[in-house]
């Protein structure tokens, strides 16, 4: 009986709500797990509850889900002609079996050097769900591992496959591979186109909406759509005339060739299509710095325009979605492998152009099936492959600037992945115990939540080198992976068919939508349905008993209610260490990085004044080169030129002999001249002697005269004394006489 309803403004996956919430479907446990469920994840939808209440209270999956670990699968690729003449071989990877490999850390690295300081060993064990060896082919990889997730997704299931591991590990040459030798992404569009050959649906007028609904366009949408979808296929034609011919036509034709190849069709038989008509619609986007971008707009192209970053929302029911992600109607192989080109080229573009090499981005590429009937969406399957940037971490990589950015963008969105699985895996094995799981808190993480929660099988192909100069490195992503295999999935039996999606029309509000009620009621499991009747025979019950069942159904919710309260704490105090765990962590790696970030300055001063030195002398060379070739003469010419060199060169020499000797004779005459003012200042100085002495002579003599006359003065004044005192002494005698007389007298 199908149900008609004019639907509220809802989605499907509150309908889904509405499924589970009706018959009893948990236990009292359970209910404990929608709680806490809905602590731990505001807004997680329903069916990842189903998924958590299997986990955590140990039931029988309803309806017969199935559980399973996570497949991770190891690829190993072969080494490159250099990598052989660097000595990368150091037997440091061994495949031991189909399912076992050994690492043996080489000489030098920092495992061994810890080992050798009792640290660790050297020595490390992992399993996978499969290993392949350098010499599997494509082929054969993409039969092994994603077979069952694309019948899964035929099946209206959804399915997610990831690529991880160090740079140059061959991520990209296994989901995408190379025209010769394609990936797992064209062999899935091959399977697909196969599956639903002649059962398409060339409306165009139906197309994905949000996460998980689909919208109906007018034939204005519709013109347009198909207008975005010219511009794409002509850009891709340019790139083509661009390349030489020969090249790109023959490549082009080989990849043609493979994707219209019916050998390559997955052997198992197609699900029958039945009448339902099918459109496919794939995205192309990728996750760099912590941003979305769309690879499939056109505006990418030109140089001049800056790309846009989209938003990634939420539906309201808990589901992410990439908000104006453009999707692309795809109708044919052809058209598949222009689109993947065309995005590629966008990548490289915008690698370019931001200085970026495209490995630093997680690229996905996004596929959504719409089952069709009678001009209704039945239903709709995801198929995502996203190619994870290079795991390598920042402090072994030289990385400055908008590197060091972009390193830690992407350590931080790969360790919020491996946070997600690890608390995944935790709350498996400890059921009492429900981590915080952070999945909102990377795009990576949070566009994929609903794979991760039950909404489709995820699996993981890790790839790695087998290079002794990256062993660290892939040790490293040994260890995440080892972690990975242990989560459990818990993937419904049944497409969700029955939860078909809301069709909205061009203004995003819901149309007419029709149940299948067959669906709704093979949804609903045998214990539901007895459940409801269990419910109605109580009704029937005597008024004591119900008081009693009442009693004790309120001790049990007091019970509940207590147990609710510790988890509460407890999950808020374990919230609570994860973020202080993860400011440490940010805290210590913001310091690494500081650090980092000063060697690299130093190396880039030493380096820059290395480079000034080097141009320096390059410029000399350069200078002396140009005038060599300015001053380049014949050699007839040189020779002539080499004789009159020469002539004048005797002439100079003459002329400067007879300069010396001129000089030496003016030096003689100078001599000469000197001689003779020498001679003369000594006459002059002897005359001056001679002059001299006569004057003292004369002096003398003068002074002799006037001594003689002082002498002649001063006899004569002696004289004149004597005479004077003779004359005295005769005046005394007289005198003496007289007195004597006169005494006498
Ligand atoms: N299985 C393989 N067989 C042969 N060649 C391979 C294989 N895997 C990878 N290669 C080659 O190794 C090189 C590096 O591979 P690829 O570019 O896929 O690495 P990646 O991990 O995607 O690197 P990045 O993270 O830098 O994008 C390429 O030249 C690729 O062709």
């Not at 190849?261 to 038989?269: D, Y």
């Not at 895996?425 to 794979?451: C, G, H, W």
């Amino acid at each position: 009986m199908d149900l008609t309803c004019t639907a509220p403004p809802v989605s499907t996956s509150s309908q889904q709500v509405m499924f589970m919430s009706g018959p009893c479907l948990f236990s009292s446990n359970s209910d404990t797990v929608q709680v806490l469920s809905q602590l731990v994840f505001p807004g997680s939808d329903p069916l990842y509850l189903v998924s958590l209440a299997l986990l955590c209270s140990q039931i029988e999956t309803p309806g017969g889900a199935e559980q399973q670990t996570m497949r991770v699968y190891l690829r190993v690729r072969p080494f490159s002609k250099e990598e052989l003449c660097d000595n990368e071989d150091q037997d440091c990877v061994v495949i031991e079996n189909s399912q076992t490999v050994t690492l043996n850390a080489p000489k030098g690295s920092a495992t061994m050097k810890s080992s050798e300081k009792g640290v660790g060993t050297s020595l490390h064990k992992f399993s996978f769900s499969q290993i392949f060896g350098p010499e599997t082919t494509q082929a054969e990889l993409f039969e092994d591992t994603v077979k069952s997730q694309m019948s899964d997704f035929l099946d209206g299931k959804n399915a997610l496959i990831f690529s991880y591991g160090v740079t140059n590990a061959g991520k990209t040459f296994t989901i995408q591979g190379t025209p010769k030798d394609p990936g797992i992404l064209p062999r899935v569009l091959d399977t697909t186109f196969h599956h639903i050959e002649g059962n398409q649906y060339e409306g165009m007028d139906l197309k994905p909406y949000l996460r998980n609904d689909a919208q109906y366009l007018d034939p204005d949408q519709v013109k347009q759509e198909r207008s975005a979808k010219v511009a794409i296929f002509a850009s891709v034609k340019e790139v083509r005339a661009s390349y030489p011919r020969e090249v790109s036509s023959s490549a082009l034709q080989v990849f043609l060739q493979f994707l219209l190849s019916p050998s390559l069709v997955l052997a198992s038989n197609p699900t029958d299509t039945g009448s339902s008509q099918f459109a496919l619609w794939v995205a192309f986007f990728e996750i760099y710095n912590e941003c979305v971008y769309d690879l499939l707009q056109p505006s990418l192209c030109s140089k001049s325009k800056k790309r846009s970053a989209l938003r990634v929302c939420d539906d309201g029911a808990g589901n992410a979605y990439v908000k104006d992600l453009r999707w692309v109607n795809i109708q044919h192989l052809g058209e598949a492998s222009k689109v993947l080109q065309f995005g590629n080229k966008n990548r490289s573009a915008a690698a370019t152009k931001m200085n970026q090499s495209s490995s630093r981005s997680h690229s996905i590429f996004t596929m959504k099936l719409l089952k069709i009937d009678d001009g209704t969406v039945r239903r709709i399957s995801e198929f995502s492959l996203c190619d994870l940037a290079g795991s390598e971490r920042c402090n072994k990589t030289k990385t400055i600037g908008e590197r060091l950015k972009e390193a830690g963008n992407i350590n931080n969105s790969l360790l919020i992945l491996g946070k997600c699985i690890t608390a995944l895996r935790n709350n498996q094995t400890d059921r009492m115990k429900s981590s915080y799981i952070p999945f909102r808190e990377s795009k990576l993480t949070k566009l994929f939540q609903a794979v991760f929660c039950g909404k489709g099988r995820a699996s993981m192909i890790v790839n790695i080198n087998q290079c002794a100069s990256t062993y660290d490195e892939t040790l490293h992503v040994m260890k995440f992976s080892a972690v990975a295999k242990q989560v459990v999935q818990v993937i419904p039996d049944k497409p969700l068919e029955s939860l078909a999606p809301c069709l909205v029309g061009r203004d995003g509000k819901p149309l007419v939508r029709m149940i299948d009620n067959q669906a709704l009621e093979s949804y609903l499991s045998e214990e539901e349905l007895l459940d409801e009747e269990d419910e109605g025979d109580m009704s029937l019950l005597p008024q004591n008993e119900l008081v009693n069942m009442i009693e004790s159904l309120r001790t049990k919710l007091l019970a509940e209610r207590r147990k609710n309260l510790v988890q509460e704490m407890e999950i808020r105090k374990e919230m609570g260490d994860a973020m202080i765990q993860q400011l440490m962590e940010s805290e210590e790696l913001r310091t690494r990085q500081i650090e980092e970030l000063k060697e690299s300055y130093q190396e880039k001063l030493e380096n820059t004044f290395e480079m000034y030195k080097d141009a320096i002398k390059e410029h000399a060379y350069q200078s002396a080169m140009n005038n060599l070739e300015d001053d380049y003469v014949p050699l007839d010419e040189f020779i002539v030129e080499q004789e009159k060199v020469e002539v004048w060169d005797d002439r100079f020499k003459r002329l400067y002999k007879e300069k010396c000797a001129v000089e030496r004779m003016c030096e003689d005459k100078q001599q000469v001249t000197r001689t003779k003012s020498a001679l003369c200042i000594s006459l002059l100085y002897v005359i001056s002697l001679i002059l001299l002495k006569m004057f003292v002579v004369q002096l003398i003599l003068s002074l002799e005269k006037r001594l003689v006359e002082l002498s002649e003065t001063l006899k004569k004044v002696r004289d004149g004394f004597l005479e004077k005192s003779a004359d005295l002494a005769a005046l005394q005698r007289q005198s003496d006489d007289q007195v004597s007389q006169s005494q006498w007298e």
